[in-house]
């Protein structure tokens, strides 16, 4: 079945650091990826949807310039979270849809804990 | 907006006990229903989905049903086993090319020998 994988698993920085969060689809062309984060027994909030070649559109609240996601190719997206604060220590998880109509299902990557000193 | 609402957690059953968890959703348009399980420290993995009234979406010993009629997508299981333990969560997926998810909080699932 088709395989995301995310990396690293689980990142443990400083303030301040800029940390890179990596989504590859690995068998199989993404075209849409999508970025969440996920408080402690809390549910999935959307944080941006990203489009292969173009921007990414972020959701209300979620800053742009705090969350940079790039999507440059079909297998990999990426998000790197600048200059991280304690309070953006998180659980973040991406998935990956290959496009088509609204009942594809989404393939969810591992996610990445994200703890910030 | 559309939205997702689950029974709260958390649920706690002992192995081969009968498992149903709520859910049921608000929707504009026609959306595709799917629940999701996470285990502790992992990304979500799709359980089961449906795609149109009617459909029974089933995997695993767990069957859901599409039910137009009162917007619900309830999860069911005849048998619980203790490996069953996890968080379970419903989501629909609007009408229209994003394939957007909306998730529901998540529903806490303790299985017990």
């Known amino acids: 079945g088709a395989v995301v994988s995310q990396h690293p698993s689980r990142v443990i920085c400083k303030s301040g650091t800029s940390v890179k969060i990596e989504c590859r689809s690995l068998?199989?062309?993404?075209?849409?990826m999508f970025w969440y984060r996920q408080f402690p027994k809390k549910s999935l909030m959307l944080m941006a949807t990203s489009n292969e070649g173009s921007k990414a559109t972020y959701e209300q609240g979620v800053e742009k310039d705090k969350f940079l996601i790039n999507h440059a190719s079909l297998t990999l997206s990426t998000l790197t979270v600048t200059s991280a604060h304690p309070e953006d220590s998180s659980f973040y998880i991406c998935s990956a849809f290959t496009g088509g109509r609204g009942n594809q299902p989404q393939h969810f990557g591992d996610g990445t804990r994200l703890s910030i000193l | 907006g559309d939205s997702v609402t689950q029974m709260e957690g958390p649920v706690t059953l002992s192995e081969e006990a009968f498992l149903t968890i709520n859910c049921t959703y608000t929707a504009t348009g026609y959306p595709s229903l799917f629940w999701y399980v996470q285990y502790p420290g992992e990304g979500l993995q799709l359980l089961l989905k449906?795609?149109?009234?009617?459909d029974k979406g089933s995997n695993k010993g767990f069957e859901a049903t599409y039910r137009k009629e009162t917007t619900s997508f309830h999860l069911e299981k005849g048998s619980v086993q203790v490996s069953d333990s996890a968080v379970y969560f419903c989501?629909?997926?609007?009408?229209?090319?994003?394939?957007?998810?909306?998730f529901g909080a998540g529903t806490r699932l303790a299985v017990h020998p």
């Open positions: 989501a629909l997926s609007e009408t229209g090319g994003y394939n957007k998810l909306i």
């Open positions: 068998d199989f062309q993404a075209t849409t």
């Open positions: 449906a795609t149109k009234a009617d």
